[in-house]
T-cell receptor, first 114, second 113 residues
Framework: DGGITQSPKYLFRKEGQNVTLSCEQN?????MYWYRQDPGQGLRLIYYSQIVNDFQKGDIAEGYSVSREKKESFPLTVTSAQKNPTAFYLC?????????????FGPGTRLTVL | GENVEQHPSTLSVQEGDSAVIKCTYS??????FPWYKQELGKGPQLIIDIRSNVGEKKDQRIAVTLNKTAKHFSLHITETQPEDSAVYFC????????????FGSGTQLTVLP
C-alpha cells in the first residue's frame, strides 16, 4: 500500500519535555509538510520541505524543529519552547512542493501535554 | 499574506438536500482553490479543486464555483448522503509557485437521515 504513516496515533508528554512525531511516506514524493490542527482554526503550516536536507518555516514554526535526512521521512520535534503544544498534528506529502500540488495526508497524531 | 475565511463553521442538512459552504480570500493573486474533506480520525483528502481561469467545476454531486471579482468561492454538494458527513476545508494558493496552501477554518457538515 502506498501512503503516509504517522506514529504514534496518541502521544502524551509531561510539560517541559521534548517529543518527536514520526512521519514516513512511500509515495516517492519530494515535498513533505507538517500542520497543526486546533478546533475552529483549520490547518496551520509548521514546516515544510521540498527536497532532502532542506526545509522552510511555515506560519507557526516557533517551538518546533524538523529534519529531512531521507526522502521518505520528515520527523517533527515539539520542544519545551512550544507554549501550547496540545493539538492534532498532520503530516502530508506532495510531488513537488508547489502550491497547487495535491497534498496527501497521514492519519495524524494527537499530542496531549499533561 | 493570504487570509481565507470559511462559513459556516457547522452545517446540518437533511439527507437528500443540498449543502453550500462559502470561502473568501484576501490575495487577488491567488488562482488555485482546492477543497479537502476530513472524515473522523483521518487526514484530509482532496475532493475537488478549481483554477481561476474557470468559473465552475463539477464532479458528480460536488461542484465548486469561483467569483474572482468578489474573491469568493463555494462548494456545493447536492443530494447529500450520510457519508458526506465530515469536516470540509477550503484553501487558496498560487499556481506554479512555492507559496503554500492557506486553509480556511473548516466546516463540520452533518447529514441527518
Amino acid at each position: 500500500d502506498g501512503g503516509i504513516t504517522q506514529s504514534p496515533k496518541y502521544l502524551f508528554r509531561k510539560e517541559g519535555q521534548n517529543v518527536t512525531l514520526s512521519c514516513e511516506q512511500n509515495l516517492n514524493h519530494d515535498a513533505m509538510y507538517w500542520y497543526r490542527q486546533d478546533p475552529g482554526q483549520g490547518l496551520r503550516l509548521i514546516y515544510y520541505s521540498q527536497i532532502v536536507n532542506d526545509f522552510q518555516k511555515g506560519d507557526i514554526a516557533e517551538g518546533y524543529s524538523v529534519s529531512r535526512e531521507k526522502k521518505e521521512s520528515f520527523p517533527l520535534t515539539v520542544t519545551s519552547a512550544q507554549k501550547n503544544p496540545t493539538a492534532f498534528y498532520l503530516c502530508a506529502s506532495s510531488i513537488a512542493g508547489l502550491g497547487a500540488d495535491t497534498q496527501y495526508f497521514g492519519p495524524g497524531t494527537r499530542l496531549t501535554v499533561l | 499574506g493570504e487570509n481565507v475565511e470559511q462559513h459556516p463553521s457547522t452545517l446540518s442538512v437533511q439527507e437528500g438536500d443540498s449543502a453550500v459552504i462559502k470561502c473568501t480570500y484576501s490575495d487577488s493573486a491567488s488562482n488555485y482553490f482546492p477543497w479537502y474533506k476530513q472524515e473522523l480520525g483521518k487526514g484530509p483528502q482532496l475532493i475537488i479543486d478549481i483554477r481561476s481561469n474557470v468559473g465552475e467545476k463539477k464532479d458528480q454531486r460536488i461542484a465548486v464555483t469561483l467569483n474572482k471579482t468578489a474573491k469568493h468561492f463555494s462548494l456545493h454538494i447536492t443530494e447529500t448522503q450520510p457519508e458526506d458527513s465530515a469536516v470540509y476545508f477550503c484553501a487558496a494558493s498560487f499556481l506554479g509557485s512555492a507559496r503554500q496552501l492557506t486553509f480556511g477554518s473548516g466546516t463540520q457538515l452533518t447529514v441527518l437521515p
